[in-house]
């Protein structure tokens, strides 16, 4: 569900992937030891669900 469903089905997604699958392979090579640095906190919204902040270390 993440990129939506129906007809507003997210119209960026193909390149969305495209840019995930080059991007976090790199960022796991570059940064093997990333970890999260507390829980992630989700934003209190109803549309975008999505996280506030996450914090990481490395
Ligand atoms: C990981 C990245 C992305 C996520 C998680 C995401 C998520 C979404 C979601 C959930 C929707 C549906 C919203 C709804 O139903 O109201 C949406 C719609 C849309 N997204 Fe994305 N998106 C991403 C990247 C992109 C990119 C890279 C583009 C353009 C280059 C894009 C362009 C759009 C557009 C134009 C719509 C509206 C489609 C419509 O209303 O018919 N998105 N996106």
């Known amino acids: 569900m ?3 469903a129906g007809i507003h089905f ?3 997604a193909p ?3 495209l840019e995930m699958e080059i991007a976090l392979p790199l ?3 570059r940064l093997p030891k990333l970890t999260l ?3 992630p906190r989700c934003r209190d919204t ?3 669900h999505g996280l506030e902040r996450l914090d990481v270390g490395f």
Do not use: D, K, M, V
Request: some cysteine.
């Open 2 to 4: 993440s990129f939506g």
């Open 10 to 12: 997210c119209i960026g």
């Open 15 to 17: 390149l969305a992937r």
């Open 27 to 29: 960022l796991f090579e």
């Open 37 to 39: 640095a507390s829980p």
């Open 46 to 48: 109803y549309h975008f």
